[in-house]
C-alpha cells in the first residue's frame, strides 16, 4: 500500500506530516529523510489501532487527487509504502480444541449469518478481549432499553 503523504515547514519548526487518507494521522521530523520515516511509523500505528477496533482500512488515493486541496497547498509530496506484512494482518491457522456440541454450535451460528466458522470466532474473540458490552450472548446488538 502506498501512503501519499505531504509536507510543510515553517521557518523555526521541523517538518509537519499530514497523511490525507489517514484523517488524524500526522507526524514530523526534522529532516525531510526523518520526516517521511516517522510518517512510515505514524502509518503502521495508525492502521494498526484501526484492524484493532475492527475498522476498514482506508485505501490509499493519489498525489493528484490530493495535491488540488487548499490546506495542502505549497507542501512536499511523497510516498509512503507500507507492507500489508508488518501490519500482522493476515490470517493464521491455528489448532484448537472444544467440545464438539460447541463447536457444532458456533457452525449453526456463523451459517445462518453467513459467515465462517473462523471469521466468527476471530470477532467473537475480538469482541471478547475488547470487553464488548455491546454485545449480548448470542452476539447480536443489545438495545438500550433495559
Known sequence: MNYPIVMHKDRDSDYGVTVPDLPGCFSAGSTVDEAIAMAQEAIELHLEGLIEDGQPVPEPGSIEQHRRRREYKGGLWAIVSIAPSSLRVEAKRI????????????????????????????????????????????????SAKP
Open 95 to 142: 489448532n484448537i480444541t472444544m467440545p464438539e456440541r460447541l463447536l457444532d454450535a458456533v457452525d449453526r451460528f456463523a451459517k445462518a449469518r453467513n459467515e465462517t466458522r473462523s471469521g466468527l470466532l476471530a470477532k467473537a474473540a475480538t469482541a471478547y478481549i475488547r470487553g464488548d458490552p455491546a454485545r449480548d450472548r448470542a452476539g447480536r446488538a443489545r
